[in-house]
């Protein structure tokens, strides 16, 4: 996963971590603290106490993007991803922090700035969809400066890279979500932009489509663009990042390789279990697990619990869990073996800083 | 670097904001039709309503008083609405252009751009401009065939003239209100405001002769008036009748003026919301 010659810090969050390779994108302490709540007109008038809550929805987050890596950006809904992502974008002022885009201060100067990038916001918005993919393609692209004798190439481009040349000439309102999401794609990338800052891009698409996105992005990395992304598909993230750094309540949680990531889940292999309990209670048989094993993410079903038990060898696992469950009045209904995976990773960062209800002994 | 050296490329963006605006309204000529249908429907009753309660008024073969004369009532009548409609039409499109960008989320990607926010503020102007123009030829033929109106060629083209000075002044103070509405986040109530000061102000529907003092005097510095009043004034007198110097530095002047106020309204709008996490909300 990791390419060679790449040493991933576990820096965590802990600041000034802006490397001096080439660096495409460098954020350093940004904060981003948002008023949650309305202060009318009136209470502005009569000078009333400011009675809104401050959000930190970033909270000195440092990272860097350098080029030909992509990074993926994960964590919990809330967590401060798109709201990191549109603070590089521009669109958002941070409270605190500096970041630059290919060396320019992006608070300094943001139009300068957003030449080099290429933003996929999040979700199917953000294209007109009372014009066709192409004339949407074309003027965005007008407005990105591609030179004019150059727009109908590159237009015809982008689409054909997101196969959409056969509804190209459609509406954008009779397209699909997936379809508007890979316009959206397109969009993205019509000026060739040198650094990438995708949103969910592969939320709304079919697992054919998001092959063919991260077709895209290997492109790109191979092209020496640097490429964020804040997804929630872990299996594309392991697929796909370099690096990846995990975002939980506005703080950067960890960040370096997903081999590195994967050394936090205790245990290097991942028995998948599901167990009965007779008459048992599944909160009463899930809190044993919990107690008797490592246990990653814990599913209650109605007459069963499904858990990730975690473990040096899975085959030492499976030949002592029948006793063990036998013991306690479980039975195991069915054991699967495998590796662990950024899941795991993701569920025991943001699951342990919440102090959650699955913690697993250590 | 600076926006200067990349002037064309920033016209360039100009012209596919245009071109983008032109492509919507083409699919959807409902606002072309509006702008014959509008001018040309509405000012009848006032007509005849003006012509019953008359009677004896002021006897006028100029612009600035109420004429007696039928004919040249609805030449003055129909003036008027051509204006109030073209303005009235301006105003709500722009508004309704820019919102509905926002809503769409169009305009959150518009904004990660690095081109001029002209485009968004002038992008619809040259649709605009042809609807006034559409307009004017549309209430032309009406008052010579519905009304039997004897308009001098010259005349035609000198309004013509005045048209074409007044459009991009007219755009400018639709870009101003579609501006305010945006960032206040109202659709409809300021523009509704903007469209009824005009018809009280400026005089569509009556000389500001008639009108109070404070009133007219307030009237005398819109631009939509001195539109309306060059117009008539070339109708009724012939272009002769307009200091075309005068009024084009005027409107000339007022478009900077206006443009130049917009963008910086747009640009506060734009980082306030850059603050607040704003900007593409619906
Ligand atoms: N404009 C805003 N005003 C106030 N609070 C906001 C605003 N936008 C976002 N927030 C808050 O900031 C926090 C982070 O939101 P953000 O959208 O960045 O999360 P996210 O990581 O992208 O989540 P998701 O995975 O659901 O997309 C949330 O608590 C959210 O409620
Ligand atoms: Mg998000």
Redesign the pocket.
């Known amino acids: 996963m990791t390419e060679p010659g790449r040493t991933g810090v576990l820096d965590g969050h802990q600041g000034s971590s802006a490397p001096h390779r080439e660096s495409m994108l460098a954020i350093e302490d940004v904060a981003k603290d948002?008023l949650?709540g309305r202060r009318t007109l009136v209470q502005r008038l009569r000078g009333a106490p400011d009675q809104r809550a401050v959000?930190h929805?970033v909270d000195e987050v440092s990272l860097a993007v350098d080029r030909g890596e992509v990074v993926g950006m994960l964590?919990?809904?809330?967590?401060?991803?798109?709201?990191l992502v549109k603070i590089i974008a521009t669109l958002l002022v941070p409270t605190r922090g500096s970041v630059r885009v290919c060396d320019v201060d992006v608070l300094a100067h943001p139009r300068q700035a957003r030449r080099h990038l290429g933003v996929m916001l999040?979700g199917d918005r953000g294209v007109y969809w009372k014009l066709t993919g192409r004339e949407n393609l074309e003027y965005f692209a007008a407005l990105h400066f591609v030179p004019s004798s150059q727009i109908r190439r590159r237009v015809g481009e982008a689409l054909e890279e997101v196969r959409l040349t056969g509804s190209a000439d459609e509406y954008v309102e009779r397209y699909s979500t997936g379809m508007r999401q890979r316009l959206n794609l397109a969009r993205a990338l019509i000026h060739e932009p040198e650094v990438l800052l995708l949103d969910?891009p592969t939320s709304g698409l079919d697992p054919v489509s998001g092959a063919e996105f991260r077709r895209i992005v290997r492109g790109l990395r191979q092209r020496g663009a640097a490429v964020l992304i804040?997804t929630?598909d872990l299996a594309e993230a392991e697929d796909l990042c370099d690096r990846i750094a995990v975002?939980d309540r506005g703080r950067i949680a960890f960040q370096g390789s997903v081999d590195e990531a994967k050394t936090l889940v205790p245990g290097s292999s991942v028995l998948t279990v599901e167990v009965e309990g007779g008459d048992q209670d599944t909160a009463e048989v899930a809190a044993w697990l919990s107690a008797h094993f490592r246990v990653g993410l814990v599913e209650r079903h109605e007459r069963s619990v499904r858990a990730r038990l975690y473990c040096e060898s899975t085959s030492d696992l499976m030949a002592e869990l029948p006793g063990k469950l036998h013991a306690a009045g479980l039975r195991a209904i069915r054991t699967e073996a495998g590796r662990v995976s950024l899941t795991d990773v993701f569920f025991s960062i943001t699951d342990r800083r919440a102090g959650g209800g699955h913690g697993h002994p250590q | 670097m600076g926006i200067r050296s990349d002037l064309h490329l920033h016209a360039w963006a100009l012209v596919a904001a245009a071109k983008r605006e032109w492509r919507v309204a083409r699919r959807y000529p409902d606002v072309f039709i509006g702008a014959v249908a509008w001018p040309v429907v509405t000012p009848v009753v006032f007509v005849f309503q003006a012509r019953a309660s008359i009677g004896h008024g002021t006897p006028g073969r100029t612009g600035q008083t109420i004429p007696t004369d039928s004919v040249h009532l609805a030449v003055f009548l129909y003036l008027g609405w051509l204006v109030a409609s073209w303005l009235a039409l301006l105003l709500t499109e722009s508004s309704a252009s820019l919102s509905g960008q926002r809503v769409q989320g169009s305009l959150e990607t518009t904004l990660l751009s690095p081109a001029t926010r002209l485009t968004l503020l002038f992008g619809l102007a040259p649709v605009l401009l042809v609807t006034g123009a559409l307009s004017y030829i549309a209430v032309l033929l009406a008052l010579v065939m519905g009304f039997g109106a004897h308009i001098a060629l010259s005349s035609a083209l000198a309004g013509g003239l005045v048209i074409l000075l007044a459009g991009p002044t007219l755009a400018a103070i639709a870009a101003a209100a579609g501006t305010t509405t945006l960032f206040m986040r109202r659709s409809g109530g300021l523009v509704d405001i903007a469209r009824a000061l005009s018809v009280t102000f400026c005089g569509f529907t009556a000389p500001l002769a008639i009108m109070p003092s404070w009133a007219a005097k307030i009237g005398r510095l819109l631009p939509p008036t001195w539109t309306v009043n060059a117009l008539r004034n070339t109708m009724f007198g012939g272009p002769s009748k307009t200091d075309w110097t005068r009024l084009s530095l005027l409107l000339i002047g007022t478009f900077l003026a206006i443009s130049a106020l917009s963008l910086a309204a747009f640009a506060a709008g734009e980082q306030r919301g850059r603050r607040?996490?704003?900007l593409g909300g619906v």
Do not use: C, F, I, Q
């Open positions: 948002y949650r959000v929805a964590g919990p809904n809330g967590a401060g991803k798109s709201t999040a969910e804040a929630h975002l | 607040s996490g704003t």
